[in-house]
Structure formats: C-alpha cells, structure tokens
C-alpha cells in the first residue's frame, strides 16, 4: 500500500466554523507533512511531523493547528479561518523525514473553501 | 535562503515533440534535487530525483541531471505523448537544522496536443 489518504476531499466551511482534515498512511512512515496549495501556486510547506513531534511550523496562523495521534494519522484542525485560507491543503508522507533524499508521498488533497 | 526557479508556462507541443523545463536553484548547502507531477485533481508524485552533483534522474522517458556548476536540473523528454500533459514542479530539499524540507518552484503546465 503506497497510498496516502485524505478526508474530506472537499470542504466548505464559514469563517466561524471548526472542522478538522484528516490524512492516513500505512507504508510505516515515520514523517508526516501538510503543505499549502492555491490554484496556480506550488506547494507551500506548513508544517513537518518526525516521529510524532512537531519538527517545523513554518510560522502559520494559529488558526491551524496540526496534531499527529499516532505515526500513521495526521490531522489539521481549522478555526476562525478566513476567505484567503481557500486553498488546497495536501498531506504527504516520507521515511523520517530526516533525510534530504526522502521521496514525499503526496495525498490528492482537500479542497478547501472559506465563505 | 534555498529557491528554485521554473521556466514560465504554459508549454505547448504536439505529440512525439522534444521537451525541455529549464530549472535552476539556489541552496546554501548540497540539496537533493527532484521533478513531481501533478496531474489534474490529484496530488503530486515524484517523477525523479538527483542527490549528488552529475547524477542523472531518469523515470518513463524523463531525464535529468545534477548539474552543480550551473545550479540547474534541467527536465527533458525526446518524445512527449498526450498523456504527459500536466503541471511539472522542480524542488530542492535539504536537511539543514536535522529535518527534511522540500521546497518547490513555481511549476510549468504542459499540454500535449495529438
């Protein structure tokens, strides 16, 4: 199973609303990611779990938090988030996340729209 | 700080046409460089990858290589099909402070026409 999954693939929520993205692997990897995507853009890394430590923020809004229950589930919890905040949002996996060599397994993403 | 830099899109060519994506980078320290794919609605996969300086990254056709004294990782392809046609990203990663980042360029939209 080479397969990296997210839900939902897509979302709309409301400026005031909670909700979470998940993501789930199963190839033992041990470094988890969540990157940034808008339309026409490249990926833009948010945030890196090794180990089931955060290891980078890459200095994103407090209104997404990540969490990282186990080695294989990775999830991102939003708040309060805003219109620009539609995007996105992919999830990938690697090794340990340790190494510069490391080949990222991407999931296909969630669509993300803020009203 | 590390970035790398695509040529710009759209590239447009017919079928069994010769491809080329310019890419070129600027890192501190000796990255591990790498094309993705990323086809209409999906995520990105990885095409091919080069750690060190003159290797050649090559997968279904594509080539590149490690070029240090240029900064670049040029994409070719002698003979692209229609089912090529897709979003190319080239990217850097390296370790520096322990943990793996990998950073994209801004990516080139290929269509193949028949």
């Known amino acids: 199973d080479t397969e990296v999954t997210q839900t939902p693939k897509h979302l709309v929520m409301g400026m005031t609303n909670k909700k979470s993205l998940k993501c789930e692997q199963h190839m033992g990897h041990r470094a988890m990611y969540w990157y940034k995507q808008k339309a026409k853009k490249p990926p833009e890394l948010m945030f890196v779990y090794s180990y089931e430590k955060l290891s980078i923020n890459e200095s994103v809004p407090s209104r997404f938090s990540p969490e990282c229950p186990n080695s294989s589930l990775l999830n991102l919890h939003l708040h309060a988030l805003q219109p620009e905040d539609s995007a996105l949002y992919l999830c990938?996996?690697?090794?340990?996340?340790?190494?510069?060599?490391?080949?990222?397994?991407f999931g296909s993403g969630t669509q993300l729209s803020v009203l | 700080g590390n970035s790398v830099t695509q040529m710009e899109g759209p590239v447009t060519l017919s079928e069994e046409a010769f491809l080329t994506i310019n890419c070129t980078y600027t890192?501190?320290?000796?990255?591990?460089l790498f094309w993705y794919v990323q086809y209409p609605g999906e995520g990105l996969q990885l095409l091919l990858k080069?750690?060190?300086?003159?290797d050649k990254g090559s997968n279904k056709g594509f080539e590149a290589t490690y070029r240090k004294e240029t900064t670049s990782f040029h994409l070719e392809k002698g003979s692209v099909q229609v089912s090529d046609s897709a979003v190319y990203f080239c990217?850097?990663?390296?370790?520096?402070?322990?943990?793996?980042?990998?950073?994209f360029g801004a990516g080139t939209r290929l269509a193949v026409h028949p």
């Open positions: 990938a996996s690697s090794q340990e996340g340790r190494q510069k060599n490391e080949k990222l397994f």
């Open positions: 990217a850097l990663s390296d370790a520096t402070g322990g943990y793996n980042k990998l950073i």
């Open positions: 080069a750690t060190k300086a003159d």
């Open positions: 890192a501190t320290g000796y990255p591990s």
